[in-house]
């Protein structure tokens, strides 16, 4: 009688378990691809050029790389325990989403810190278009971004941008934001808020950082595919 209820118990964990690594295999053969290139690209004559602080350019560009990768690994995972198994808030009580959201955002501003040191290390390397174009393109990309970060903190808060919802219950329950810029695009997050890291680049006409830029842009639509938006149909439902 033990053993079928320990055999029932298991085949009861098995699925949620599994749904920790839904669509992960994916996340991972893309990444893997995503490093190849710009492992390939990297090694172009001066695009590892300069140094900043005493720290070459090689190594701001490798620890750019890191902890993109980690900070998106670690909201993975993360998200996926909370949601199937409540094991942050389970060891960690109430203050379990605090601890998860301090280490989150320490992780993404390290994420600019280090592109606009590597973009300071590498500057004046990318010579394809004047420094004037560069300069208005960043002028650019911060018009909506402004206008994100605003309407983040006026209508939809940084909690729910760090993913909230997968630790409070009281958060699926909360109507869709449709304000700010969040009345005119349905994900703006991924689709301007990465133009933050564009515009070290930018300012410093570093190839590296722009190299970069594009990494962080695409790879953090591969967490959204693969792992944002399976938890969101599993928390909301499926349309």
Not at 166 to 176: E, G, I, S, V
Not at 209 to 218: D, P, T, W
């Amino acid at each position: 009688m033990n053993v079928n209820t320990d055999n029932s118990e298991v085949s009861r964990r098995q699925p949620s378990f599994r749904l920790v690594f839904e669509k992960q295999l994916w996340h991972y053969c893309i990444l893997i691809i995503l490093l190849a290139g710009i492992l390939i690209v990297s090694r172009t004559e001066g695009f590892l050029a300069g140094q900043f602080l005493g720290i070459s350019t090689e190594i701001w560009f490798y620890l750019a790389l890191a902890v993109a990768i980690l900070h998106q690994v670690y909201v993975w995972f993360c998200w996926r325990m909370e949601l199937h198994y409540s094991s942050i808030t389970r060891i960690f009580g109430a203050k379990g989403y605090t601890y998860y959201s301090i280490v989150f955002f320490v992780l993404f501003l390290s994420r600019l810190v280090l592109i606009t040191g590597l973009a300071i290390s590498n500057r004046h390397s990318y010579n394809l278009f004047d420094q004037l174009i560069l300069t208005g393109l960043a002028i650019i990309c911060a018009v909506p971004l402004l206008y994100l970060l605003y309407s983040i903190l006026r209508y939809f808060g940084h909690d729910q941008a760090a993913g909230i919802d997968h630790f409070d219950k009281a958060y699926r329950d909360k109507p869709l934001i449709k304000q700010g810029i969040f009345k005119y695009i349905s994900n703006p997050i991924y689709v301007f808020g990465m133009l933050m890291f564009w515009i070290p680049g930018l300012l410093c006409s570093s190839t590296a950082a722009l190299a970069v830029a594009l990494f962080y842009h695409i790879y953090v639509w591969v967490h959204y595919f693969f792992t944002e938006k399976p938890d969101m149909q599993r928390i909301y439902g499926n349309p």
